[in-house]
């Protein structure tokens, strides 16, 4: 027995040693990978985070600039002095890119600005020139269009560049400050203001400005579109129209009037500017619609004039999937390797895949009343979505295709009217 007893000993102690030894490590590491994925998150997630003390630490930093003189504009006063401007809540906040619900004389805006601080965006030179003389409007100017040339890809003449200008500087007469040459300045370096500003006069389609203090310009408050929701866009949120207890016809009547409305868009963004104007990005989270039904766009940082887009595209490339950018589509050239600077799709056939077809998908029939053309207007839905499937969308198959769901829609609006 003792022999047994000494045989089992030695095949039963390494299994009672090692267990314990093997759970220690495997708690070590576990610890381990706690602590570090605990760093990461703190470092990447919460130091990025959209907080109400990070907030107004920024907009604290905006005044205390204002108060120094180192910056200026519409706004200042309001947000730092009388105080008729009060933050609200962070909204968005990513490398820098903030984006904020302010209250305004009782009014909800929303501040916005590339980067958080005033001094990361890069400062004029000219105004190094300006302790011993004063810039000459012409430099100005040059220097404005420039900068535009840079963000939009698009040629100016010096006569319209004041427009991108914040409105209390657009009939200044006499010399600039050196606070507002740097504000003006840190706006210009802001792609997505010098396009609202730009388009300001031009469409409705667009945000509309309300000021700036600083590099943070003010825009109107809207609702974005969810595409959870059933109507991608709350209608229960407009005024001064409420649509709580409305009918299922009202809001079959408010969905075909945001339809048109993205229908306009389309033709507008195509046909009325000096190059046509490609949304990269479209999703109802970049829309919004006012009280009226118009639908606007609210987030352009993936709109592109012509010139700028075709940069974008002509890139290297092995097959057609090297040349998608994001929903801009285009083609390799398999000789040359290299992408087709001409876009293969449309806004349009982009609006009619990726808000059109939810919108009037038979699926969600249920939530709505039955659409009286339901069957005609999914159908040209769907061949609108794919346009491009055998190559290029010209631009008579687009005006044809645009003028077939605009019929639909007015038609299904008198029958819903009936």
């Not at 906040?93 to 965006?121: R, T």
Request: overall charge neutral; aromatic content about 10%; some cysteine.
């Amino acid at each position: 027995m003792s022999g047994f007893g000494s045989v089992a000993c030695r095949h039963f102690r390494p299994k009672t040693v090692r267990k314990p030894a093997l759970l220690c490590v495997l708690l070590w590491v576990a610890c381990w990978f706690l602590v570090n994925i605990s760093i990461f998150i703190h470092k990447n997630i919460f130091t990025e985070y959209c907080t109400d003390q990070k907030s107004k630490g920024i907009l604290g930093r905006l005044c205390l600039g204002y108060q120094q003189g180192l910056l200026t504009g519409n706004l200042c006063k309001d947000l730092c002095v009388t105080q008729t401007m009060v933050y609200k809540r962070c909204l968005y906040y990513d490398k820098g890119k903030k984006v904020i619900q302010a209250d305004w004389n009782g009014q909800p805006i929303i501040l916005k600005s590339k980067l958080e601080d005033f001094l990361s965006y890069d400062s004029l030179f000219l105004l190094d020139e300006q302790e011993s003389r004063s810039i000459p409007e012409i430099d100005i100017l040059v220097f404005t269009a420039l900068e535009i040339k840079h963000s939009l890809g698009l040629e100016v003449k010096n006569v319209t560049a004041p427009q991108l200008w914040t409105k209390h500087l657009k009939d200044r007469r006499g010399s600039f400050s050196r606070a507002e040459l740097a504000s003006m300045w840190s706006l210009l370096q802001q792609e997505e203001y010098v396009f609202f500003q730009l388009l300001q006069d031009l469409s409705k389609h667009v945000l509309k400005m309300i000021g700036s203090c600083g590099h943070f310009y003010a825009v109107e408050y809207l609702t974005a579109g969810h595409a959870w929701h059933h109507n991608l866009f709350s209608l229960e949120e407009l005024s001064p129209y409420s649509w709580r207890g409305s009918s299922s016809k009202a809001l079959w009547q408010a969905t075909n009037s945001i339809a048109l409305s993205f229908l306009d868009l389309a033709r507008h963004f195509e046909n009325d500017f000096s190059h046509p104007l490609h949304l990269c990005d479209i999703k109802p989270e970049n829309f919004a619609i006012r009280a009226d039904l118009t639908v606007v766009a609210i987030d352009v940082d993936m709109a592109f004039f012509e010139p700028k887009m075709r940069d974008i595209l002509e890139q290297n490339c092995t097959n057609d999937e090297d040349c998608n950018f994001f929903d801009c589509l285009s083609h390799c050239n398999l000789k040359t390797q290299r992408c087709r600077a001409e876009r293969s799709n449309n806004n349009l056939q982009v609006i009619c895949d990726k808000i059109f077809r939810p919108l009037f998908s038979p699926q969600l029939s249920e939530h709505r009343v039955r659409h009286p053309l339901q069957s005609q207007l999914y159908r040209a839905v769907k061949r609108c979505a794919e346009l491009s499937k055998h190559g290029n969308v010209d631009k008579r198959t687009t005006e044809d295709t645009l003028s077939e769901l605009y019929n639909l829609l007015k038609a299904g609006q008198r029958e819903i009217m009936k």
